[in-house]
């Protein structure tokens, strides 16, 4: 089942105090990008991130975004402060993005 365009948007609207969040539509899901690091996505309609220390110290409901893929963390909350706060701690932990070549 794809995501709908209307939850991705809710997602957005919860995290528009998050500096330079970006979106990559694949295969029906939605990738999010904070500065260009990939934190997360919208999976069937679910807000997950990745599971970092940052994100494990404030959420615990884990799901797999789809069959294979590694476990997420479901984020529950409708606070965009938390949200945004959410972000902010898991970035330093994320890896930066790798060079494309041209």
Do not use: I, N, Q, W
């Not at 110290?57 to 797999?64: G, K, P």
């Amino acid at each position: 089942m794809a995501s709908s365009a209307e939850y991705l948007e809710y997602v957005l609207d919860l995290l528009a105090d998050v500096p330079e969040v970006t979106t990559r539509k694949m295969m029906g899901e939605y990738l999010l990008y904070a500065g260009g690091k990939l934190f997360g996505g919208v999976y069937d309609d679910r807000f997950l991130v990745k599971d970092t220390p940052a994100a494990r110290a404030v959420l615990s409901a884990s799901e797999t975004p789809y069959e294979g893929a590694a476990r997420m963390l479901l984020v529950d909350t409708e606070d965009r402060a938390a949200g945004a706060a959410l972000v902010a701690a898991m970035l330093p932990e994320l890896p930066e993005p790798k060079k494309r070549r041209k």
